[in-house]
Every structure is written in C-alpha cells, then in structure tokens.
C-alpha cells in the first residue's frame, strides 16, 4: 500500500529544520550571500540541536537517520538557503564512502572527528580537467612500503578550507580505467596537502569551495578504502544515497522562489487588477506548483527505494535531473513574475535564481543525470 504520510517523527524533523531555517538561516543568508561568508557561527547551532552528520550511525556519535528523513530536512534547509544548507551537509556526500566500505577503525576515527566536536569533511574526486568524467581523472596513488604516495589536483571541492579530511579518488592502476581507481581518506592537515584560494562562486556563495593539490603526500596502508580497484564503485554508490537529498534540496529552492512569487502576484496590479489573475502570471504558478510538487515526489521515491534496499540508481538520476531542472526554470520564471524587482539583488529571487544554477551542475549534471537514466534503461 502507498502512503504519503509522515511519521510523526518526520514532521517532528520538519518542523525543526523549517524553525531552524526560518530563525537562524533566513535572517542571515543575504549577508553570507554578499560576503561570500561561511556559516560558522550557524553551524555550530545546527550541530548542537542536531541538523549535521545526519547519515552518520548513531554507534558513531551521528543521528543515524534514513535518506527519507534526511530528504524531508534538506528541503527546509534548503528553503532557508542553499548555500549555506549546503555548508552545513557537506559532510554527507564524504562520510558515505566511509559508511558503505570504510572499516571499524576507520569509521570510529574519521566519523568520530566530525560527531565529537563541529568537524567537516569533503569529497574530492572531481579534477581541473575532469568534471563528470570521472574515469578521466589524473591523480595518482603509488603503494611504496607500507604507504600509499598520492600525487594530482582536485578542482570545485566544498568545504576543502575547513575540512579535517578528504574523501579522495585517486589511479592504482592506470591501465584499468575506471577499475584501477581506488579510494582514500586524506586527513587535511598532513604535509604535501595545499587548498587553493576560495572561488568566487556565482550562487550557493556561503559555501566555501576550493581546488587542492597533492604533492607526493604519503598516507598510511590503512587510509585505504574498501579493496585497491574498488573506488569508482564505491563513488558511485555513494551518490545513490546523495543524490535524493541534492533533488530536495532543489525541492527548498524552488518552493522559495514560488512563495515570492506567489505574494508579490498578490499584491502588484497591473490594468487594475493583481497580476495573479492575468492567466500569463498564473499560468507560470501553476506550472511551478505541479513541477515542484512532482520534483518533491521522485525525491521521495528516490530515498524510500534505497532505504528499503531497493537499487535506485534511475530514480535518484530521475530525481536529480527533474528537481534540478525544475529549480532554474521555476527560479528564472519567479524573475519574470517580479519583472524588474526579480532583476535587483535588492529582492531575494535574484539569489534564488544564481543559488539554483549549480543543481544542475555539481554531483552529475542534468545531462550525466540522462545518461544514467537511459543507460539504466537500454543496457540493465
């Protein structure tokens, strides 16, 4: 049977996020926008009453909870400020890999550093020359003794300035392709291991993102995730349980953007009557409200498959192409609602529209989303 009811504990976990997103996110996210400042002060709040490291086991010192529930928070968040939601769950798409194939040792280590005190973490995998193409990337990891020497550059990585470790993805074996990619946890702050100054970002700018370089760095045996050859996969793995969170996140995003538009439409005349009734502005809402409504429903759909075991390596890309997708039309169009006010940084749908672009960007862009979707269907 097919219920769209949330648990009570669900709506608990909405609540929380939305009051947290209406009182310490909002009020402040055109300041962090401007100055392109990190959420610091704002994480450490979200920390106390536990709205970060919500994928990590509780056995861990994390919240232990279920993708669904970490979709229904992301959307709040997100309706908040994406850039700084993305600040603050940076660490889910670096602690996966560690979750799904890092060892005992290896989890009480490096998730123990993000739950005992506000930490972060980042996923570096992708390079300077390397987006979605993955397979393509040029650093290496070379076994000598007892330690791995890793040598490249990592370009586009969030929260690389303030992170403890990285996730990286580095060749093994460079004849193998994408089989002979293996995969490591780099803690920030050993020798060899340079961030490259803060980008100057578009949108989401309260989320600090920077290049890193790797030169002849030497971690130990032990850094090594899962089997030598096994990194792709696990990469990969990963963004089955991340990708559903980035779709709700675009979720936030746009449901923001129609609520402006829905009041300024409210409120504006034009020959003589609210602009809401003219069918050429509220044609636009409709659209917005059926598209964000079904972005909402396949991230949804997308959370409940994995956590119930089920592979949802299509309905995650479905979910990621569509929310993103939906995102930026549904952003660009409260622009047009707004006309030139939706034109000014002085009104919020301007962020909006700059915070949305990057859905359809980072973890796969909408068009890898599509390749996935049609690989899933002409060659599984």
């Known amino acids: 049977m097919v219920d769209f009811n949330l648990t009570d504990e669900q709506k608990e976990l909405q609540k929380l996020a939305r009051d947290f997103a209406l009182k310490e996110i909002r009020p402040y ?46 959307e709040e968040l997100a309706w908040g400020c994406s850039g700084i939601s993305t600040a603050l769950s940076v660490n889910h798409l670096a602690t996966y890999p560690v979750i799904l194939a890092g060892s005992e ?14 930490g972060f973490a980042s996923y ?15 650093t290496t990891a070379k076994l000598v003794g007892d330690e791995y020497i890793i040598n490249g550059s990592k370009q586009w990585i969030t929260g690389a300035s303030v992170a403890k470790w990285f996730y990286v993805l580095a060749k093994t ?10 995969a490591f946890i780099v803690e920030a702050d050993i020798p060899g291991v340079k961030v490259g100054k803060k980008e100057d970002m578009m949108g989401q700018r309260a989320s600090t993102t920077h290049s890193i370089t790797f030169e002849d760095i030497k971690i130990p045996k032990s850094n090594l995730l899962g089997q030598e050859g096994a990194g792709f996969k696990i990469a990969m793995h990963a963004f089955d349980h991340t990708r559903p969170g980035i779709a709700a ?14 009041e300024y439409s409210k409120t504006r005349t034009s020959f003589g009557i609210p602009i809401a009734m003219h069918e050429g502005v509220n044609f636009l809402i409709s659209d917005m409200a059926c598209e964000i409504e079904a972005s909402r429903l396949l991230a949804w759909q997308a959370a409940w498959a994995v956590d119930n075991g089920i592979k949802n390596t299509k309905l995650a890309a479905f979910a990621k192409r569509f929310a993103a997708d939906t995102a ?24 909006l529209m700059r915070d949305a672009k990057i859905f359809q960007i980072y973890e796969g862009t909408s068009q890898i989303q599509r390749l996935i979707i049609a690989k899933e269907i002409f060659l599984r």
């Open 328 to 351: 930026m039309k549904v952003t660009t169009d409260a622009v047009q609602v707004l006309g030139g006010y939706g034109y000014s940084n002085e009104y919020p749908v301007a962020k």
């Open 249 to 262: 996140s675009a979720v936030g995003v746009a449901r923001a953007a129609m609520e402006h538009a829905v």
């Open 105 to 118: 040792e290896q989890k009480k280590k490096y998730l123990g550093m993000l739950t005992s005190e506000v």
């Open 173 to 182: 074996d460079p004849s193998k392709g994408h089989k002979g990619m293996s």
């Open 124 to 138: 570096a995998v992708t390079e300077p020359q390397t987006g979605s193409d993955v397979a393509g990337l040029q």
């Open 29 to 74: 996210a055109e300041e962090h926008d401007k100055q392109g400042k990190f959420p610091a002060e704002i994480a450490k709040k979200a920390f106390v009453v536990g709205l970060m490291n919500l994928n990590i086991p509780e056995k861990y010192g994390g919240a232990g909870l279920k993708i669904l529930d970490e979709v229904i928070i992301a």
